[in-house]
């Protein structure tokens, strides 16, 4: 069974930075793309994915990332097993917070993530310890 990475960011340039750098490091792995909420859920209703890694802010409008987190919700709801990793260019940590603050039954909408700016050094190290 093929494994698979989902990459979600309303950026084009950033979906193919993410998919560049996913794709080059896991070439075993497919990497699908989706630019708003609507495609990633898309996406999610045709596959199952080993990771996501999602925008935090979908949206240039959305200042509160309410599209992120209304994501990470849904993707803990309906794929339970598919770890989310948190990009964040925003430096509004208030949002990655509430995201990696466990829940009442301690779970948490993301595992990790990562600023923008960090993205090339950081990443595949930060991906490659939740895929193993």
């Known amino acids: 069974m093929l494994r698979k990475i989902l ?3 309303d950026a084009l340039d950033w979906r193919d930075i993410l998919a560049g750098l996913i794709g080059d490091f896991y070439p075993d ?5 989706a630019g708003s ?8 209703a045709q596959d199952t994915f080993d990771l996501a890694i ?13 599209q992120g987190l209304s994501l990470m919700e ?3 709801q309906h794929h339970p097993h598919t770890p989310v990793f948190i ?3 925003y ?7 509430r995201a ?3 829940n009442e039954a301690g779970v948490r909408l993301a595992v990790d993530y990562i600023e923008k700016d960090k993205v090339h050094t950081d990443l595949l190290p930060r991906v490659s310890a939740l895929l193993g």
Do not use: C, H, Q, W
């Open 29 to 33: 792995y497919a990497v699908v793309t």
């Open 54 to 66: 999602l925008d935090i802010r979908l949206d240039d409008s959305d200042e509160g990332n309410t």
């Open 74 to 76: 849904f993707i803990r």
């Open 100 to 102: 990696m603050r466990p």
């Open 87 to 89: 990009i964040t260019g």
């Open 37 to 44: 909420v609507e495609e990633a859920k898309d996406r999610l």
């Open 7 to 9: 990459i979600v960011d």
């Open 91 to 97: 430096g509004n940590l208030d949002t990655v917070e």
